[in-house]
């Protein structure tokens, strides 16, 4: 359980980056469009398209699991805005519990234990996973910068959850705690 609410800091870390990205460049790339002709790994779904035009992979999720829970898509910007942000934190957080239990207890601060899970993350959900399902474009079909920045927001979720690992674990009885 304290593996997921870790996950919290490096969620919040992600946030923030992204906002001073898009502070520092003027804008935000994951609204940029990439190359305008084509490519072949534009769209590499093994499921087809379930994504609409400029929404995201978590906007698609969220959008998805409301239809099947509801029995029609939601109406409003701020239900879809809620729905991806359930679906982000969700995911981050279940990542990061299952980073936890398998990780389990140590004294020592584990920095690359969580830069090998945020290019995990990054690499298998954002690159791979989302794509090959259907609710995102395939890799051709975003701008380099966008690449380079989601690298970069998802090493910052790795570093701060194992920062927050630490942190809780001094703060717990590490006998009993696993986080």
């Known amino acids: ?85 359930l679906v982000h934190w969700g995911y981050l957080m279940l990542t990061g519990g299952i980073n936890g239990a398998l990780r389990g207890p140590t004294d020592v601060p584990d920095v690359t234990g969580g830069l090998a899970l945020g290019l995990g993350v990054w690499l298998f959900g954002d690159e791979l996973a989302t794509p090959l399902l259907g609710v995102a474009k395939g890799p051709t079909a975003y701008p380099p910068a966008l690449h380079a920045h989601a690298v970069a927001a998802h090493v910052a979720y790795g570093l701060n959850l194992s920062a927050a690992t630490q942190a809780l674990y001094r703060l717990t009885d590490h006998d009993d705690a696993t986080l």
């Open 1 to 85: 359980m304290l593996g997921a609410v870790r996950s919290a800091a490096g969620v919040l870390a992600m946030r923030y980056y992204w906002q001073a990205a898009s502070t520092v460049s003027g804008g935000d790339s994951r609204h940029e469009r990439g190359n305008p002709e084509p490519q072949a790994l534009d769209t590499i779904s093994l499921m087809g398209t379930h994504h609409e035009e400029g929404e995201s992979s978590t906007a698609a999720m969220g959008r998805i699991a409301y239809r099947a829970i509801v029995g029609k898509a939601p109406e409003s910007e701020e239900t879809r805005t809620a729905l991806s942000y």
